[in-house]
């Protein structure tokens, strides 16, 4: 079974410090599909990022970067010079071959105060 | 134009009743889901279908049934409504295949009296 940790419940930070959700992950599958997510206040789940387990190159999208590290089984994501608007719930989720389903990690709720 | 959409966005019902909420997209995705997100927004698959075949089913009542009368449409019926079915229930399309995002509508927020 497919397991995803989200130590970090609620991290608050003001506008313009980065912030690091951390997320951890369990399979036996060699091959597995990771993602962020990301559910601002309207309810809303927005897709991120995709990462497959064979493609360790980390991401970097705007203020945004990803850090993969299959030897510590973590997904880390980064918000770099954090805003008001990137307050939200972020979720980490896994996929494997032959098992459809996302399997999410319990989310980090993010609020940037100005 | 909305890719995933559910209704109602609100449901607010009684103990006991019978509800259904609606899913449609416009992607031309193979594969449909229902999942459930409960207070403390933990987020767990129920179904899936691809293609209006059954291929997640986890443990769920049976009084959840999900129906797909094609590939562009997901409904899910809740029989004798329960307070624990309080919840918001979001549908996703996707592609088939586990590396292939998920697209979410905007939930539906279930209220049982």
């Known amino acids: 079974a497919q397991k995803v940790t989200q130590a970090q419940t609620e991290i608050s930070v003001v506008e313009k410090e980065d912030v690091t959700l951390d997320c951890v992950y369990e399979t036996r599958d060699t091959t597995y599909y990771l993602f962020w997510y990301k559910q601002p206040p309207s309810g809303e789940l927005v897709f991120l990022i995709r990462?497959?387990?064979?493609?360790?190159q980390n991401e970097i999208s705007g203020r945004y970067s990803w850090n993969f590290q299959k030897s510590t089984s973590s997904f880390n994501f980064t918000i770099t010079a954090s805003q008001v608007v990137d307050s939200a719930v972020y979720f980490c989720a896994l996929s494997v071959p032959n098992d459809y389903k996302l399997s999410f990690g319990a989310g980090t709720t993010v609020t940037v105060r100005a | 134009d909305t890719a995933v959409s559910q209704t109602p966005k609100y449901l607010v019902t009684q103990m006991g009743n019978d509800k259904s909420i609606k899913c449609e997209q416009n992607l031309g995705h193979d594969t449909m889901y229902w999942y459930k997100q409960d207070s403390k927004k933990f987020l767990k698959i129920m179904f899936s279908?691809?293609?209006?075949?059954?291929?997640i089913n986890e443990t769920v009542p049976n009084r959840f049934s999900p129906k797909s009368p094609d590939k562009a449409h997901l409904n899910l019926h809740i029989n004798s409504l329960e307070l624990g079915d309080s919840a918001v229930y979001f549908c996703?399309?996707?592609?088939?295949?586990?590396?292939?995002?998920?697209?979410f509508g905007d939930g539906t927020r279930l209220s049982i009296l």
């Open positions: 279908y691809n293609n209006k075949e059954l291929i």
């Open positions: 990462r497959n387990s064979f493609d360790e």
């Open positions: 996703a399309s996707s592609p088939l295949g586990p590396n292939q995002p998920q697209h």
